[in-house]
């Protein structure tokens, strides 16, 4: 069968959500041009620094490439964080990626939650349930990995930070936050983000509209394969979150193209809760590190993580 595109080259990808059969030229050609219509709405084209939130993972890998395909690389900076998880390492993909970064131009920052927090994330699990805490490395990994992206983009002077999620992660997010009822942190999913803080790096995801089967496709045709690690906190009891995830792949097999359409409809509903958000007045400072904090907060939910841990005193 021959590429619906381009009508030259053998069609290798079946496109549901366009209905398009396309060549791996044209499909690869087709991602970039849709990161980079989502970037251009963003703005990430006026931007003088940009940091790369990177885990070494395929989307890593896209969100680096399709940048750099339209941005200047030197206007490009990539940060890792290693948590300090036994069995949990990725030091192949860190160097097969460092090697990808640095053959396009970008330096990669790395850095990790023992340099940055001063404790490994297995460290703050150990306290934590000798303590007789009930969270989940999740809580904590999520928490501080949030914070010291944001203290390297602070670093670095960088108009943006982005990262690699795709459009089944946002989605996913999005579905979970709205039946949790939690609005702010639903807006954070807008297409075009919100500052609450003069402290907060705006964060973007111009892999937002990119569907996760295109991201591993694209990241193989360009020669990047790697066996994925599994982290070993990963939950293995269905989550709310895995119950949703199940239930979006149900409804787009069904109804291809369902998951952009639930994107365009939030994109449409946040524009307007953005009004409302943007006379909110700044987010309070934690008084302990002094970053920001969610209204009606005094300490930060890291710092009183790491109280009731026992790491430090209050
Ligand atoms: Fe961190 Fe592992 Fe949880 Fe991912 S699964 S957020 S790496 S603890
Ligand atoms: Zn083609
Ligand atoms: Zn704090």
């Not at 709405?41 to 993972?57: E, F, P, T």
């Not at 904590?140 to 089944?168: E, M, P, Q």
């Not at 009891?237 to 069904?254: C, F, G, H, M, Q």
């Amino acid at each position: 069968m021959i590429c619906d595109n381009c009508k030259v080259r053998e069609a290798e990808v079946y496109q549901a959500h366009s209905g398009k059969r396309l060549c791996r030229k044209c499909f690869m050609k087709d991602i970039r041009e849709r990161v980079k219509k989502e970037s251009l709405k963003i703005g990430l084209d006026k931007a003088s620094k940009i940091l790369l939130a990177v885990s070494g993972g395929k989307d890593s890998y896209v969100l680096a490439d399709t940048l750099s395909s339209f941005i200047d690389s030197n206007k490009l900076i990539a940060y890792n964080i290693t948590e300090g998880i036994q069995g949990y390492n990725r030091y192949e993909q860190i160097v097969q990626l460092k090697r990808y970064l640095s053959s396009l131009g970008i330096e990669l920052i790395e850095d990790s939650f023992k340099q940055g927090v001063g404790h490994t994330l297995d460290e703050m699990m150990k306290y934590s349930r000798n303590k007789g805490l009930n969270v989940s490395a999740c809580t904590f990994c999520g928490g501080f990995r949030r914070k010291l992206i944001n203290n390297a983009g602070r670093t670095v002077s960088a108009d943006y930070v982005a990262t690699g999620h795709n459009l089944d992660d946002e989605v996913q997010a999005i579905i979970v936050n709205l039946i949790r009822g939690d609005i702010i942190r639903l807006i954070r999913f807008a297409d075009k983000p919100i500052k609450l803080s003069s402290k907060f790096v705006l964060r973007v995801k111009p892999l937002r509209r990119v569907y996760e089967w295109e991201t591993t496709l694209y990241a193989y045709y360009g020669g990047y394969q790697f066996q994925e690690v599994e982290c070993p906190y990963i939950s293995t009891k269905p989550t709310l979150r895995s119950k949703v995830r199940e239930l979006l792949y149900t409804l787009e097999d069904k109804k291809p193209g369902a998951l952009l359409s639930i994107l365009d409809e939030f994109d449409k509903i946040a524009e307007k809760v953005r009004k409302q958000s943007e006379l909110k007045e700044e987010l309070p400072t934690c008084k302990i590190c002094g970053e920001p904090t969610s209204y009606g907060r005094e300490i930060c939910k890291n710092c009183e993580l790491l109280i009731s841990s026992g790491l430090l005193d209050p």
